[in-house]
């Protein structure tokens, strides 16, 4: 018994003989600190510290970088003195919206098109898809404003929408090739043999197995419309601006705090939306 009482108190004692759960305990919590977790941290303030000052300077009251007052005046002159940047805002909304849209609805049916069928274009066809994901967005932008100069088509809305769909399509067209290499094509046969013709094999079956893909190349799309400048600055026209360009026009004339109080309505609305979808993004991926 002595024995026993003297073994545990010399275990307890500093510097003592440690055992195998104790020398692996020590050695994680010495790797909790390693240079890997170290860069990622750095990276992770790195990205996020201009976020949280863009946030804090959003509630200044002075329209410099000096501290002088918690205010909320950049958040009212936002919603009620800043017609022309919300109609930048919803013009960038409806180019984003409805380009996603018709790149989602082109890209999933040329992936299916490429993916299903053999004819003697097809690789040249999904080589030439990725074009405007390699070129710089500087000769799409040159190129398509070229294009349209010539066909005499006016610079606006319709052109900025033609645009965003043009360089958004091969994304949507990667994400649902993706989804198709791990496609159980017995499926396809299974459907065919209980009697189902190719539309609603096509309807029933894979468009709804594609459909983490097509969701995923449809936000995708999205985001990308949102925040494009370059392409967007070549053929857009009076009057139709969407919201980087407008705030590129503004900056020139230095920073307003009312696009810090824009940008942090939009990251709540992001993170809001975000949080309202996450539920149905993970049934969506799980399927």
């Not at 996603?100 to 097809?122: D, P, Q």
């Not at 189902?196 to 449809?218: D, H, N, R, W, Y």
Request: hydrophobic share 55%; charged share 10%; net charge positive.
């Amino acid at each position: 018994m002595k024995l026993n009482i003297k073994a545990v108190i010399t275990s307890l004692r500093p510097g003592a003989p440690l055992g195998e759960s104790a020398r692996h305990a020590r050695r994680a919590y010495r790797k909790q600190f390693s240079f890997s977790q170290t860069v990622f941290i750095a990276t992770i303030v790195f990205l996020f510290l201009p976020l949280f000052v863009l946030i804090l300077y959003s509630f200044n009251a002075s329209k410099g970088m000096n501290w002088t007052g918690f205010s909320f005046r950049w958040y009212s002159q936002l919603f009620l003195h800043s017609r022309d940047l919300w109609r930048a805002f919803r013009n960038s909304a409806f180019i984003a919206l409805t380009s996603a849209a018709t790149a989602t609805v082109l890209g999933t049916f040329g992936a299916i098109g490429v993916n299903w069928y053999r004819f003697r274009l097809r690789n040249y066809i999904q080589a030439i898809s990725f074009m405007p994901m390699i070129l710089p967005e500087i000769i799409i932008g040159v190129s398509l404003s070229l294009f349209f100069t010539g066909i005499s088509l006016r610079l606006g809305l319709l052109t900025i929408f033609i645009a965003h769909a043009t360089f958004n399509l091969p994304f949507v067209f990667l994400m649902v090739m993706a989804r198709l290499d791990e496609f159980d094509f017995s499926i396809i046969e299974a459907a065919h043999d209980l009697g189902a013709t190719e539309l609603q094999t096509l309807l029933k079956v894979t468009i709804p197995i594609c459909m983490p893909g097509i969701i995923s190349g449809f936000l995708t799309a999205i985001t990308i419309s949102l925040e494009d400048f370059v392409i967007t600055s070549f053929v857009s026209g009076p009057g139709s601006s969407t919201l980087p360009v407008y705030i590129y026009s503004a900056i020139r004339f230095g920073v307003s705090p009312v696009i810090n109080a824009l940008s942090v309505v939009m990251i709540l609305g992001t993170v809001l939306l975000t949080c309202l979808l996450r539920n149905f993004l993970k049934y969506i991926a799980a399927k």
